[in-house]
């Protein structure tokens, strides 16, 4: 479209550019008639010259060739997303149940045992109140030797006694209070007596079944470091006042 019209433009202006000259012409043509004489003008009418006119082939303006359009660059290729990997499930840390220490047990503290107090007993001077305190008759003192001749306890293990005996009536009194050495020596003492104790209980029990439950009756006893054997009718009190002292 715009071709045509450029063309009918360029055809437009060498029409005018035509006309413009004819008119050109005629008017130096008339001038000249006027200025002449009319036999000369007569004579020497020429004969108009028919000038072709000069056709202007329409120049047609060759389209300007639009550039190819620029080939549009590829679009780039978006790189595919690169793939997340899975996140990795953190197993949670079990957090081990709070170990519940055991309150120490604080020891007791050990009672020490107050160290005993040993008494310090005359022994003699008891066997002298006991005598007395129970009316004994015709009783005998027996020292360590006698102790070792009569019951086989080693003068050794003896730190202090009070011993007697009676020969009168049919069971004679008898009682021996020893204070051994040590606990060793006790011990040695408690077995002499333990066997005086079963002599006298097997002449009893053979001579008289009275004296015999009597014999019976009798007994060992300690305390601490003190060992007495009272063989008498009057054992019970003799016991008593020897328990009083030494305990």
């Given amino acids: 479209m715009k071709k045509r019209l450029f063309a009918a433009l360029l055809l437009c202006c060498a029409v005018l550019s035509l006309c413009a000259c ?106 002298n109140r006991i005598i007395a305190g129970n009316g004994i008759q015709g009783a005998m003192s027996l020292d360590k030797s006698q102790l070792t001749n009569l019951y086989g306890i080693a003068q050794s293990d003896i730190a202090s006694s009070g011993c007697f005996v009676t020969m009168a009536g049919s069971f004679p009194d008898e009682a021996i209070m020893i204070e051994a050495k040590d606990a060793a020596a006790k011990n040695r003492i408690v077995s002499a007596l333990n066997t005086r104790l079963n002599d006298v209980m097997v002449q009893a029990q053979n001579y008289d079944p009275e004296d015999y439950d009597l014999a019976r009756q009798c007994k060992v006893i300690t305390s601490g470091n003190y060992v007495a054997l009272f063989i008498s009718p009057s054992h019970a009190a003799m016991e008593s006042a020897f328990r009083a002292a030494v305990g």
């Fill in 22 to 127: 004819k008119g050109k012409d005629t008017t130096d043509t008339t001038a000249a008639s006027t200025a002449l004489p009319v036999s000369a003008s007569t004579e020497l009418t020429a004969e108009p010259t028919t000038e072709a006119p000069t056709t202007t082939a329409p120049t047609t303006a060759k389209p300007t060739t639009t550039a190819a359009p620029t080939t549009t660059a590829k679009p780039t290729t978006t790189a595919k997303p690169t793939t997340t990997a899975a996140p990795t499930t953190t197993k949670p840390t079990t957090t081990a149940a709070p170990t519940t220490a055991k309150p120490t047990t604080t020891a007791k503290p050990t009672t020490t045992a107050a160290p005993t107090t040993v008494k310090s007993v005359d022994l003699a001077a008891l066997s």
